[in-house]
C-alpha cells in the first residue's frame, strides 16, 4: 500500500494504519470518558481514543443517535441518559443497590456515619452506593469509584471471600500505598484476611487517608459466596469499633437475605 | 450480486443484506437489553437484534471483554459493571442524583412517602431516584423507568417549563391513559399546565394508578432553567395536598441552590 507521494509505508505508518475491530474502535469512544473527563470535544475525544476526527466525528453521532452520548449548547459531549438506563440493568450496580438501599438507610440511621456498600472486579474494589449526610467530612468516595482491594475495609473482605487463587495472585502482587500505614506486605495482608474470615468483620485502619477508619461485612448471595461488602468510615479518632461491627453485620446480613441467603441453622440438628 | 445458486436476488434478499453500519450492529446488541430482558443467552441476543449467531456472538464478545457485557456461569449474559461506571459520569443521571440524594432523604424523613426524582428525555420522564421505606406499598416506580409526561406529578412539571414548542407538541400528539382519570384531552392538559407554571408546584391525581397522587416541584440549574423535578407520591385518599406542597417545593429548591441555582432576590432593590 503507497503512503504519501507514492513512498513505501515506513513501519510507524503500517503500525498506525493497522485498524482496530470496528467494535473496538466504537468502544474507545466511550473509553474517553472517565471521572477526571466526564465531558470532552469532538477533538478531546478523537485524541484520547486515538481516532481521526473523521472517524470520531462518525462514531460520536452513532452513539449520540442511540442515547449513549449527549451533546450540549457548547459542543460538549458528555455520558447519556440512555447508558444510564441500560447501565440500571446491572445486576451488580444498581440492582443490587435497589435491595441494599434499605438497610443502608438503616445503618446510616442507627450509625450516622458514611455508609458504603462495594463490589469486586478484578483487583479493585467498586463503590456501588456511598450515604453520607450533608454535613459529613472527612473521607471522599464517589459512586463509581475504584480503589485496590487491599486498601479498603470492603476490599479486604472482598478479597478474604474471593474464589480459590484470588488472595494468593494478589498478594504476589505489588501493593500501593496511600498513607504510611498502608499494608504493603504481603505477610502482614495474609494475616489481616486470616482475621477477616475469622471475625467476620474488617477493620481498616487509616489505610486510604490517614485519619480514617473502616469497618466492613460481608454480603452474601443465593448461593451463599460473598458478593458485596458493607461499610461504614469514621474517623479514625475516638472510633468506637466494638460499637460499630454489629452494626455493619446486621446490614450486611440484612442485605444477603433479602437477596436471598439462607444461614446455616444456630443449633446443630 | 448473484444470489444463492447464481439466481437473481429477490428484493427481500437484497432488504435482508442490506447491512446496517457496524456502529449500529454493535448497539443493537445494547438494545436487546430491557427492564423485560435484563439476563439473555446469545440465542436471544441475536433474535432480538436481528443478527446472525456469528455476528452477535463476535460483538458480545467484544462487549463482554470491554465489560459492558458480562457473562454468568450458565451462559446467559447481562449489562456489566463497567457499563455502570461509565453511566455514573452521566450528569443528567447519577450525577444529579448524588447532589440531589441528602435532600430526598430529607424529603422522606419529613413525609415518610414516596419520594422521586425524575428528568425529561424526549417525551418521557425517566426517574433517576426513588426512595421509599421496607414498607412502602402503592405505586412501584423502577430506577431508569419511563413514563409519558403527561401522566405524572414531575412529567406535569417537566412539560410546563420544557423548551418554546415543547408543549404545543406534546399536546398535539396523542395522550396515552392509564387510568379512568388519565387526563387525555389537549385542552384540559394546556390548563394543568398553566396551574403548573402559576402555581410553583404540579398535583396529579390517579393518573397512574387510581390509588395514587402526586406532588410535584422544578428543580433549576445554574442557568435557571428547570433541569429535573422532585415528586412524592402518597395513596390518593387522605392525601394531604396543602401539607406536602410546601416540603416538596422545599426540597426542589434546596437541590436547585445545589446545583447553583440563584433565585431572584424577594424584594426588588
Redesign the interface.
Known sequence: MPGLWGQRPTDAMLSAMATR????R??SV??A???GH??LSLTDISRRAGLTLTTAH??VG??TE???L?RDTDGVY??????????????????LR?VA??YL?DLYEATHENVQLA?R?GSDV?YIEW?S??SAVGVHI???A?WPLHATGVGLVLLAHGEPGLQEEYCAGSLASFTPYTITDPTRLRRALAEVRRTGAAVSTRQVTDDALSVAAPVRGRTGSVVAAVSVVVPEADAQVPVLIPAVRMAARGISRALGWQPRPAVAR
Open positions: 475491530s470496528a467494535p473496538d466504537l468502544l466511550l473509553s470518558f472517565d471521572h466526564p465531558a462518525r462514531l452513532a452513539l442511540w442515547g449513549a449527549e458528555h455520558v447519556g441518559l440512555r447508558l444510564w438506563e441500560l447501565a440500571a440493568l446491572a445486576p451488580r450496580g444498581l440492582a435497589q438501599l434499605p438507610e463490589v472486579d467498586v450515604l449526610g450533608r464517589r459512586v463509581g475504584r
